[in-house]
């Protein structure tokens, strides 16, 4: 398992969740590259912006940081790479579940949530290498 990938993936997805928990925070719009600016907000305005009521990006940067708190503990020998496998596939399928609601339902997609979907897909690839 290549766990320097694992925690620059990870790393990465923490700047990346960081940016949108700022957003979230001060309830201010995030620069969308690459779309429409309408459908950053779109998306950001959804229902679908939250799970259970907790917006998605505290979601996000919690399941980054205990991928590179777990990796942290793994490289010392204190835990398994067990935990590290459940939060990466439960991040990927979320990952891939928001996809498919912005394409489908909500009809636009955030430049953030597709970094972050490519990001848990890079890692899930990383995890699929490793069992090989």
Known sequence: MNITIILLLAGIGILNTLYLTYHAIN????KCIGFPPEWCRKVQASKYSKTLGIPNPYLGLLMYVAIVVLAIL???GIVSFWPITVIVLFGFAFSL?????QAFVIKA???WCVLSAIDFLLLAAVLLVGWL
């Open 74 to 76: 793994f490289l010392n």
């Open 97 to 101: 579940y928001f996809i498919i609601i």
């Open 109 to 111: 997609f955030c430049t």
């Open 27 to 30: 309830k201010t719009h995030v």
